[in-house]
């Protein structure tokens, strides 16, 4: 019923840049909050940024000032452009979203996740 896609993950040295897309689609009653998480090898996923409907974006200590969320709310996507990356950036990146498919209905939505991997 919903499904989250992301994309622009790859491959940088250390001080580059990337953007990620995750675009929402399916049955959007309502788009609660979307944010981003990642998870580094032998690590537990981890909060980078969560952006709510109320326009509020919290982001983790370790990427403050670097990255920036943001939202096209009529394409139902969400971007982070991660600035002056680091190793320790190295992840999958994956999009969450809580999102009322129905006026009943709120659930937690994952995206299949995008690698970054920076090097030094």
């Known amino acids: 019923q919903v499904q989250l896609v992301e994309s622009g993950g790859g491959s940088v040295q250390a001080g580059g840049s990337l953007r990620l897309s995750c675009v929402a689609s399916g049955s959007l009653f309502k788009i609660s909050a979307m944010g981003w998480y990642r998870q580094a090898p032998g690590k537990q996923r981890e909060l980078v940024a969560r952006?709510?409907?109320?326009?509020?974006?919290n982001y983790a200590d370790s990427v403050k000032g670097r990255f920036t969320s943001s939202t096209d709310n009529a394409k139902n996507t969400l971007y982070l452009q991660m600035n002056s990356l680091k190793p320790e950036d190295t992840a999958i990146y994956y999009c969450?979203?809580?999102?009322?498919?129905?006026?009943?209905?709120?659930?937690?939505?994952w995206g299949q996740g995008t690698q970054v991997t920076v090097s030094s």
């Open positions: 969450n979203a809580r999102i009322w498919t129905t006026k009943w209905d709120e659930n937690d939505y």
């Open positions: 952006f709510s409907s109320g326009g509020l974006t």
